[in-house]
């Protein structure tokens, strides 16, 4: 089946740049997604890139993609403490009537103060 | 309205009761579906319904129990949980093809398994 890595860890300082990386395997997907999780809430669609695009940029938030190399990044600018949080990348794909999404590993950002 | 609403947001049960979570949305959405996600876990996908139909169970077992009365109702159905159920269980919606941007969650219902 498909597959969804990040690292799990990244911490910045306040202000500086947060970069988090994923990789995924299925050369079929369609979209790629940035969802942000806070403690004990829901997912938040951040951003989202289709698949024949390479860059995306919305305000602070600047997503690329390298299909070839399967690997999609998050930078965000000038983080901030409201930023800490887990962050999701995720693939999705089409299966007969339904959007099959895959959901990395998640990565935890810590900003420090 | 782009808004997928779930009930109730706490649920804590024992392992003898039954009860109900509820999913709505009124986006015109065709797919509905049910995740589990465990603390600090990516969400697990447990069921899709497509056009009101089960689509996908993904070798859940059958103490959870899926519903889907209308296009804008879903409902999970427990009976006789285990401790190791506790989780947040997050509903989403979508159109039932590969266009269109997203899937939307819901807020999700945190269950607590005694």
């Known amino acids: 089946g498909e597959d969804v890595e990040q690292s799990l860890f990244l911490s910045v300082r306040e202000g500086d740049s947060s970069v988090i990386n994923c990789t995924y395997t299925?050369?079929?997907?369609?979209?790629l997604y940035w969802y942000k999780q806070e403690p004990g809430a829901g997912l938040q669609l951040l951003t989202y890139?289709?698949?024949?695009?390479d860059m995306k940029q919305d305000q602070r938030l600047t997503v690329l993609l390298n299909k070839k190399d399967k690997h999609l990044s998050l930078r965000i600018a000038d983080t901030q403490t409201g930023d800490s949080a887990i962050y999701f990348c995720?693939?999705?794909?089409?299966?007969?009537?339904?959007?099959?999404?895959?959901f990395g590993t998640g990565t935890k950002l810590q900003v420090i103060p | 309205d782009t808004e997928v609403t779930q009930t109730p947001k706490h649920l804590v049960m024992g392992m003898t009761n039954k009860k109900s979570l509820k999913c709505e949305q009124h986006?015109?959405?065709?797919?509905m579906y049910w995740y589990k996600q465990k603390a600090k876990k990516p969400p697990e996908l447990m069921f899709v319904?497509?056009?009101?139909?089960?689509?996908i169970n993904e070798s859940v077992p059958s103490r959870f129990s899926p519903e889907c009365p209308n296009s804008s109702l879903l409902n999970l159905h427990l009976h006789a949980l285990q401790p190791e159920d506790s989780a947040l269980y997050l509903c989403?919606?979508?159109?039932?093809?590969?266009?269109?941007?997203?899937?939307?969650f819901g807020p999700g219902t945190r269950l607590t398994v005694l």
């Open positions: 989403a919606s979508s159109q039932p093809r590969d266009s269109g941007n997203e899937q939307f």
């Open positions: 299925d050369s079929s997907s369609t979209y």
């Open positions: 890139i289709f698949s024949n695009m």
């Open positions: 995720a693939d999705r794909g089409y299966s007969g009537g339904y959007q099959k999404v895959t």
């Open positions: 986006m015109g959405h065709r797919a």
């Open positions: 319904y497509s056009y009101e139909k089960l689509s």
